[in-house]
């Protein structure tokens, strides 16, 4: 049920500077000619070149790469935040984007009021958010604390109930920017357990990480990206050492 | 995905919206004890204060003033914080546009509920405040709704059109915010048409002046004119017509202009 495929997709975005978003230099650009400034105000950034791409459920990908690659890039576009300029993306099920862990939590409002709108962000629907309020305090074991705000929470509280939030809903796809991580010890071995059992019920998973030790634990293929390109897909081991002897014999930069 | 299914969010996903909506409502006064209605009594102060000082400056009765000067506020705090907040919707939402596809009309929808909310709040004080001075509404009253319903859609659409370009181009809100404060003194809120000296065609070619009127004058006690529902309507078609233009155009573009 769960599957996803890119086809030569392409996608790059531009990077602003001040002058490049004001509409009345632009305006007047277009009326004087833009010879006149060597500011070009905007400057495209080709995040990600020729990508194929094909997963069906159970397939456990892992993104590795160095910074700039455009391991985010591609997460962005599976989650249907931003789309490509050439070639098609076809996704079927449905997308649960981990990207950024916290969304629609209200620091304001108490631990049970902030289920309900991070999960509708997320597209939960009506039943899940009811299983949802009652699972949530449970498993977390905040007790009274549910009912203060999350503003008094510590770090590692807020942990928990991100983590909790993250995985209450069923996805066929995940989207992962990152291990789910953080938290006392007793607490880390509690959300493995979770989240492995959370990990058997999803269809697909894509998880971009520089933690190449969790990337071999959970993945079943790696997907080594470089300046926007895939230079290789296979096996974990074999990718991740490949991709380990480039980087370690990569020349240094000159003095 | 498309335009319409970006549309229809507002309906599927009601809940988002309504929930971020009331968040809006609640942040802005957190911890104060009369809640929402703090804003409302600075405008009904603001409305006493100015009532009592221009309906001497204007030689008006001041029941009559101060009336029209409660229910031109009320309406015109309305039409001016939508189009503002309009242009800001989606930098507001920026950290969850860029972790989940949130669509642009569900944040218009936020965006008009939490608006909305506060014109409800603001009606009851303003009410109070006119009732004291002599005002006692009449059945004309029922037209009130069904223009409210045309502002708001109004500025649902006006936003879909306003956001992505403030998003894309940053000195647009600027530009807007200073016209709407030249609107505001062109158009007749502070000021009586009936007061005469100036030249009819200026207000009657004024679009807002017809916004302010199909809300206003019922609660003032006529019907909107005929001339007030076209001109409004009208904006309503086009709006419609260019808002689902501009979003099919930009609906892609939003995340890379954050």
Partial sequence: ?255 | MSVFSDVGATFTRWRVWFLLGNQDISLRYRRSIIGPFWISLSLGAMVLGMGLLYSQIFTADIGTYLTWLGASFLVWILVSSMINEGCAVAMEAESQLRSVPLPLPVLAARMLHRNFVIFLHNTIVITVLMAMFGYRPGMELLYAPAGLAVLLMIGYFATLILAPLCLRFRDVPQIIGNMLQIVFFITPIIWMPSQGRVNPLIIQFNPFHHMLEIVRAPILGAPPTELNWIVTLSMLGGLMLISMVVLGLTRRRIFVWL
């Avoid at chain 1, 649960?96 to 289920?115: K, M, Q, S, Y």
């Avoid at chain 1, 039943?127 to 699972?135: P, Q, S, V």
């Avoid at chain 1, 928990?160 to 071995?189: C, H, N, P």
Wanted: with cysteine; net charge neutral.
């Fill in chain 1, 1 to 255: 049920m769960a599957s996803i495929k890119l086809d030569d997709v392409s996608f790059s975005y531009p990077v602003f500077g001040i002058v490049g978003r004001s509409l009345k230099v632009s305006v007047m650009r277009q009326a004087v000619g833009a010879s006149l400034s060597t500011d070009p105000g905007v400057v495209y950034v080709n995040a990600l070149r020729n990508i194929s791409l094909e997963l069906k459920a159970g397939d456990r990908l892992g993104l590795i790469g160095n910074n700039g690659a455009g391991k985010s890039s591609l997460l962005r576009l599976l989650a249907g935040l931003a789309h490509p300029d050439a070639g098609t993306l076809e996704i079927e099920g449905r997308v649960v984007p981990l990207i950024d862990r916290g969304i629609g939590i209200n620091p304001e409002l108490t631990g049970h009021a902030n289920i309900e709108l991070p999960l509708r962000l997320l597209g939960a629907k009506t039943a899940e958010i009811r299983a949802a309020k009652e699972e949530i305090p449970e498993w977390t074991g905040l007790g009274p604390y549910m009912n203060m705000p999350v503003r008094i929470y510590s770090d590692g509280m807020k942990a928990r109930l991100m983590f909790a939030l993250s995985t209450a809903i069923k996805a066929d796809i995940l989207l992962l920017d990152e291990w789910i991580g953080a938290g006392d010890a007793a607490f880390v071995e509690q959300a493995e357990t979770r989240l492995k059992d959370y990990l058997t019920r999803t269809g697909i998973v894509v998880l971009a990480s520089h933690n190449l030790d969790i990337i071999t634990r959970v993945c079943t293929k790696v997907a080594w990206m470089e300046a926007g390109r895939i230079v290789s897909v296979s096996a974990p081991e074999q990718t991740i050492a490949a991709y380990l002897t480039a980087t370690r014999s990569a020349e240094p930069v000159p003095a």
